[in-house]
């Protein structure tokens, strides 16, 4: 070996280094290497990979309409708004282990009887603020998950602050006005994004092996499948095709 290799450690460490890759055992260890490999005794390390696709919903999710039995009739003074579309849908992958996002503060501002943000990839631990911008006040909880976020007022101009320490998909619902939603999805690695408006996705560097992936929609997980993440796989196509809930406990 070249000593070149080896000039920035300390003199007695050099010693031991060159030392121990001189003799017999690292030697056998090195020519034993693939034969360990080809009987699964010694893992390689997982390559890095990426995950496209694109998921395609079906008509009543796409639709954007989430309570049919809602209805409202023309007064002649104030024109009724279009139909906007829904959030694009978001692919999260679990059971996979990757590094941690970092927790941080996302603001959600209320104004119009709209959030200016549905939907929230955060860390865990991160903490969303809430902010009341309209005249009216609103009764704000996770339904289903009160010990989590309970059902409380926040009243016009005031602050709320919840914090997620759990992995999940969540929904914070408005008592008054049940269109009014913000969707946080907290993730303990990087692997999830937001589709685009055609529904692709892209995942990058994901190791490879067994994954959950998760599709996000509509207020709900309505999709969910085993990935096989292996090099050069090809794209998946994910078909909607209910808008029924997903059990992902």
């Given at each position: 070996?070249?000593?070149?290799?080896?000039?920035?450690?300390?003199?007695?460490?050099?010693?031991?280094?060159?030392s121990y890759c001189s003799s017999p055992g690292f030697a056998l260890r090195m020519a034993a290497a693939p034969a360990l490999l080809s009987l699964g005794l010694w893992a390689a390390p997982a390559q890095a990979e990426s995950v496209k696709g694109r998921v395609t919903l079906s008509e009543t999710?796409?639709?954007?309409?989430?309570?049919?039995?809602?209805?409202?009739?023309?007064?002649?003074?104030?024109?009724?708004?279009?139909?906007?579309?829904?959030?694009p849908p978001v692919v999260v992958m679990t059971d996979v282990k990757g590094p941690t996002p970092e927790a941080k503060t996302f603001s959600v501002d209320i104004a119009g009887f709209t959030v200016n943000k549905p939907t929230l990839l955060v860390g865990v631990s991160s903490v969303v603020e809430i902010r009341n911008g309209d005249k009216v006040p609103h009764d704000l909880s996770i339904p289903g998950q009160e010990a989590l976020m309970p059902l409380e007022r926040l009243a016009p101009g005031t602050l709320r602050r919840q914090k997620f320490p759990v992995p999940g998909a969540y929904e914070i619902r408005s008592a008054q006005f049940p269109h009014l939603s913000i969707a946080v999805i907290v993730i303990d690695n990087p692997f999830a994004a937001a589709c685009d408006a055609k529904g692709n996705f892209k995942l990058p560097d994901m190791p490879e092996g067994k994954a959950t992936l998760k599709v996000w929609a509509h207020g709900q997980v309505v999709h969910e499948q085993t990935v096989d993440v292996q090099n050069n796989m090809k794209a998946l196509q994910i078909d909607v095709a209910s808008s029924s809930p997903v059990d992902s406990e």
């Open positions: 070996m070249n000593d070149s290799h080896v000039f920035r450690l300390a003199p007695t460490m050099r010693k031991r280094f060159l999710l796409e639709s954007g309409r989430r309570f049919p039995g809602y209805w409202r009739v023309e007064n002649g003074a104030v024109p009724i708004a279009p139909l906007t579309n829904p959030d």
